[in-house]
């Protein structure tokens, strides 16, 4: 875009006699980079018109303007008017491996996320299951369900709520309930990169597998990291912690996405899982990387 504005200044510069008349190739550019809803390419077009053609900056400014407060616009009465499941949008992940001969294992893995974009309101709703068998033995079972609604207060900040379940039994806990609410921040908020993070109090309750049961009030902090590193290649970093004077937990899981045709799409990722004070003859950290395909609805 910038190499096109630049070989073609002369001819801008001949154009530009009339302030109110937009030299033509400016005009071609900003008209596809608006069609296409190209914001970076529309701010780029304004930037450069500046130099190139500097008589009629003000009226490329103008429409450029005039065409981001349309499109808030549309977007917020769309957002306003539509039903909840028009804006229902989520992915299906599923993965698994089995091995035979020597030794017999079998994995399986499996996540549905849900989220609601609406004007004011957005839900988020996320499960997963994880089972892996070896030798005929159980050797993980792991289940999580979490929800999150979120109330924007502006363009990036929000509050949220957050409430989890777990289940894994060979962490040392039958049942885990967390419960958090504090505020939410969107530092980075661009075309093919955002980045999210949120703080607040948290209560959690776990159910040991000796029959033990404690309850803390403690913190919780998380972010969400996305970057469209190509049209068909994404990177995602999530994580999360929760803090409190007994056992801390860490999760996090970075996961890189190939489009492979339509919606479908594999997906290489690896989870990280740290428990500060685990039960008797358990590790504090487990590691997994998984290969999965995904699809997009």
């Known amino acids: 875009m ?13 154009n530009a ?11 071609a550019m900003l008209d596809a980079a608006m069609a296409a809803g ?17 008589d009629s900056a ?9 065409w981001r407060t349309e499109r808030r616009q ?21 993965g698994g491996y089995r091995t035979t001969g020597n030794t017999e294992n079998i994995g399986l893995v499996g996540t549905i996320e849900l989220r609601r974009e609406g004007y004011r309101w957005r839900h988020k709703l996320r499960l997963r299951g994880e089972y892996q068998e070896s030798l005929g033995v159980t050797t993980r079972e792991r289940y999580l369900a979490a929800y999150e609604p979120n109330y924007k207060i502006d363009d990036r900040s929000y509050v949220y709520g957050a409430a989890q379940f777990e289940s894994d039994r060979f962490s040392g806990f039958d049942e885990r309930y967390s419960l958090s609410a504090g505020l939410g921040y969107t ?7 955002t980045l999210e993070l949120e703080v607040g109090p948290a209560f959690r309750q776990t159910h040991y597998t000796d029959d033990t049961n404690e309850g803390y ?31 801390s937990t860490v999760s996090s899981n970075s996961a890189l996405n190939f489009r492979v045709l339509g919606p479908l799409s594999a997906q290489l990722s690896y989870n990280l899982q740290y428990e500060s004070d685990p039960t008797s003859n358990r590790n504090s950290t487990d590691t997994t990387t998984r290969a999965a395909l995904v699809v997009d609805f």
């Open 17 to 27: 006699d009339d302030p109110e008349v937009i030299p033509p190739p400016i005009k």
């Open 187 to 193: 530092p980075i908020k661009r075309p093919g990169m």
């Open 74 to 94: 549309t977007a917020q009465r769309r957002l306003r008017q539509s039903d909840f499941l028009d804006l229902l949008k989520g992915k299906i992940e599923l």
């Open 58 to 66: 003000r009226e490329v400014s103008r429409i450029a303007t005039e």
């Open 38 to 54: 190209d914001e970076n390419g529309v701010a780029i077009i304004v930037k450069y018109a500046q130099t190139a053609a500097p």
């Open 217 to 247: 009030v403690g913190g919780r902090g998380s972010l969400d990291f996305k970057w469209n590193l190509a049209p068909s290649i994404r990177f995602q970093q999530t994580a999360s912690t929760y803090i409190q004077t007994a056992n």
């Open 2 to 14: 910038r190499i096109l504005i630049f070989l073609a200044a002369p001819l801008l510069l001949a």
